[in-house]
């Protein structure tokens, strides 16, 4: 009898940045960070994905995940309207790869394993948030000001 190797169930932080499907996000990254319409068209599809979130599958620190990646499409989404530009271009490139790895359905655990898929999603977006923490604290705290320029969907939580 042969047995089948299988992916462990979990990811830890190594593993996922080091898979093939966040090199390949890295390597889109600049593309899309180079063409507007591209990363307006990435934002419009991680916006989707983080609207059609299950709620009930969720605990704090999911919460928390959604939270940062709602802000990075807020930050991209600004960047991109001219609204918000403050932001050094390394940054820009490295929001949008994390932004690919989380739309991409075929990472290095697949979405569709109800919960555990975003396991490495999370990972990715937490090194990807520990990488641009004073960038996006500085994005926050200017969003802060602003009386509701940014166009965000009103179920989508401001961090």
Do not use: C, H
Not at 82 to 108: E, H, M, N, R
Not at 130 to 149: H, V
Request: avoid cysteine; charge should be negative; proline fraction near 4%.
């Amino acid at each position: 009898m042969t047995t089948k190797s299988t992916k462990k169930s979990t990811a830890n932080p190594e593993e996922a940045v080091n898979s093939k499907a966040f090199q390949q996000a890295k390597n889109k990254a600049e593309e899309y960070a180079r063409d507007p319409e591209k990363a307006q068209n990435l934002v419009d599809k991680a916006m989707k994905k983080a609207k059609g979130r299950n709620m009930g599958q969720l605990d704090q620190a999911l919460d928390e995940f959604w939270g940062y990646v709602t802000a990075l499409i807020r930050l991209v989404r600004a960047y991109y309207t001219k609204q918000y530009t403050d932001v050094p271009w390394k940054t820009i490139v490295v929001v949008i790869a994390g932004l690919i790895y989380f739309v991409s359905p075929l990472d290095f655990i697949p979405d569709v394993i109800p919960v555990l898929g975003l396991t490495d999603d999370a990972i990715v977006i937490a090194l990807v948030v520990k990488q641009i923490q004073s960038d996006l604290d500085r994005f926050l705290a200017w969003e802060e000001t602003q009386e509701n320029i940014i166009d965000e969907p009103e179920d989508l939580e401001v961090l």
